[in-house]
């Protein structure tokens, strides 16, 4: 990938390991980043904390942006009735869970999240001169959520493109995917080539008040997997 030097970038910053990741990646390669999180009525307010760390170590901006996703419902990130599965979750077998088999899209899938998300940074982008969105979706190791596909990614750079006053200006906006072939391993030694402190990131679906990981969720799994491939000892914060 070439560096954009002369080039501003949007990063959206969840406070997980993909986002710093990226978050880094476009450091190495914009001249200015901006760094943008949610504050969606997600779980648990831990991430949010972590993403205002790792800005501030990053030395970016950053901006909170406050929109309540959770009235909408369909999804156990943002409602406390349901149930976050597991990352053995296809081995649930009480009628009182949510039944999910590994081909199934898990109830974490908050509707519609990236494209909400990306029509932010996309305003973003905008009034802050920047040429290029970046966000951390993967088709390798990921829980299967539909907008995380490249057809979906290219798709909403088609959209960015037609319906803001940049694109048909001109100047071209696009989304940049750096993990979207990359396993989590991979992620990972490529944060630490980095210099990325994956121990500021929070990666749990319901991490509690103090930030420590259940370790039992799905992302909990993928993360946990991932450090075990790399060979890298994980710096999680976990309950127990």
């Known amino acids: ?27 190495a390669r914009y001249a200015s980043v901006t760094a943008v999180s949610f504050n969606y009525g997600q779980r648990h307010n831990s991430e949010l904390v972590a993403a205002k760390a790792i800005a501030e ?30 990352g053995d979750a296809d081995k649930f077998l009480s009628k009182n869970r949510d039944e999910i088999d590994n081909d199934a899209i898990p109830n974490t899938y908050v509707p519609a999240r990236n494209t909400i998300f990306l029509s932010y940074a996309l305003a973003v982008a905008e009034v802050t001169d920047a040429n290029h969105i970046v ?50 391993a991979k992620t990972i030694e490529l944060g630490l080539s980095l210099g990325v402190d994956y121990g500021q990131t929070i990666s749990c679906y319901q ?20 450090f075990a491939q790399a060979g890298v000892a994980d710096p999680t914060h976990y309950q127990s």
């Open 57 to 86: 170590t990053a030395a970016v901006n950053h901006r909170i942006i406050d929109i309540d996703i959770a009235q909408l419902g369909g999804s156990s990130l943002t409602d406390h009735s349901m149930i976050v599965p597991d």
């Open 135 to 184: 966000i951390g979706v993967s088709s390798v190791d990921y829980s299967g959520y539909p907008d995380c596909r490249p057809e979906y990614i290219a798709a909403f750079e088609h959209m960015a493109n037609l319906a803001t006053k940049a694109g048909v200006t001109g100047h071209h906006l696009s989304i940049q995917t750096p993990l979207q072939q990359l396993s989590k």
């Open 207 to 226: 991490a509690d008040a103090n930030g420590l990981a259940c370790g039992v969720c799905d992302s909990c799994a993928l993360r946990r997997q991932g």
């Open 1 to 27: 990938m070439a560096l954009h030097k002369s080039q501003n970038a949007v990063v959206l910053l969840s406070g997980g390991l993909d986002s710093v990741t990226c978050l880094y990646w476009a450091k």
